[in-house]
């Protein structure tokens, strides 16, 4: 379905706020918003998916008028709570309109990390009393305005509603295109980190950042025992890494951070700070966008993340520009005490030809493990 007579359904229904996460499988109603919209009062890019609703339902309160939440399917754990204590017609009776790509979709080849998520979608919906319409590339105009009405009935009542979109299920023609002026990319930061990590732990973050590092470790022909690839669970891999930093004391941990996951979970950087581990770096390799779901905006460029670690308690905070600002960093905090923060800008984009781990994420798990328990 085009997104246009996807959006047109909505506005006829008087819905004309968007917030959510961006998603590779609703690039098409992504691109779209940004097309029309931009980052406006219309259109926010939130931090999380929980955060989207609860701004949605703030938007709800002020103007008496629905609200369109999107997302990916992986994120409907993190709207669970705002659902179900705030927009629930047993609680507030708040409505919002869903819009869910569907990755993981059964009998649809995905990554591992999809799989489970998308096997309990239609049923984690259902649990929480959404209705839900599936789009797919054949759904007709007609069969979305017999939806849309049946779900006009249900928001006038105060309950939500939801549309799952399949792969494929909405496309758009217009080009967008997403840069920034920083010329380092992503995969030579990565490179340039790992030859002064040695056999350092490194705890890299979801997307490419994962996918980059699996590669130049293939490309150096080094082992991936010191990696630990949070291929799912966006924003977290800051936290994983101060598990591994409080309990390997004697080794120093890398995060690979990217700017749109170290938003997600901000907190984290509060308990790292006051756990204060002496062998943690963060390393936040910020290129402000959603890059591995399109290259959507975050709002990391205008805002201060080190002083933000600082004040969390980091003992040490650190900005570069490019490789040749960061290369005395990684000198200078040689022996060091942490946690350490370094932020880095970096271009947005990828190789072409970038794969994926040949690995799965139970080898990778195993080899990591027994790494680790030989560094005791």
């Not at 927009?87 to 990755?103: A, E, S, T």
């Amino acid at each position: 379905m085009d997104v246009t007579k996807f959006v047109s359904q909505l506005q006829r229904n008087k819905i004309n706020f968007y917030t959510g996460v961006p998603d590779s499988q609703l690039k098409a109603f992504n691109n779209y918003l940004m097309n029309v919209y931009g980052i406006s009062d219309n259109h926010i890019i939130a931090a999380n998916e929980g955060n989207a609703v609860a701004l949605a339902a703030g938007y709800h309160l002020s103007t008496g008028k629905i609200p369109c939440v999107y997302l990916q399917n992986s994120g409907l754990g993190n709207i669970v709570n705002p659902v179900t204590s705030l927009l629930n017609d047993k609680v507030y009776g708040i409505p919002c309109v869903f819009v869910i790509g569907w990755r993981g979709e059964p009998g649809v080849p995905d990554e591992p990390q999809h799989r489970f998520q998308g096997e309990i979608t239609l049923q984690m919906l259902e649990d929480l009393e959404i209705d839900n319409m599936v789009i797919d590339k054949d759904t007709t105009e007609n069969e979305l305005d017999e939806k849309m009405t049946e779900f006009k009935l249900l928001l006038n009542a105060g309950k939500s509603v939801a549309f799952i979109v399949k792969k494929g299920g909405l496309s758009y023609n217009e080009k967008v295109s997403y840069k920034n002026e920083h010329p380092t990319s992503r995969e030579d930061i990565i490179r340039f980190i790992t030859d002064v990590a040695g056999e350092d732990i490194i705890i890299s973050t979801t997307g490419k950042t994962s996918r980059e590092l699996f590669e130049i470790r293939e490309e150096k022909g080094q082992f991936h025992k010191y990696d630990f690839l949070t291929v799912g669970s966006m924003g977290h891999s800051s936290s994983i890494a101060l598990g591994v930093a409080l309990n390997k004391p004697n080794k120093r941990v890398w995060c690979l951070d990217g700017d749109g996951a170290a938003l997600m979970h901000l907190g984290a950087m509060a308990v790292i700070g006051e756990k204060s581990p002496e062998n943690y770096i963060h390393v936040i390799i910020n290129n402000g966008a959603h890059e591995s779901v399109g290259g959507q905006p975050t709002v990391s460029m205008n805002m201060n993340l080190g002083q933000i670690a600082l004040g969390c308690g980091y003992k040490k905070i650190y900005h570069a520009a490019n490789l040749d600002e960061l290369k005395p960093i990684l000198s200078e905090i040689e022996g060091k005490q942490g946690p350490i923060f370094i932020e880095i800008k970096s271009a947005i984009g990828s190789r072409d030809d970038l794969g994926r781990p040949t690995s799965t994420p139970i080898e990778n798990k195993k080899a990591f493990m027994e790494y680790l328990l030989g560094c005791d």
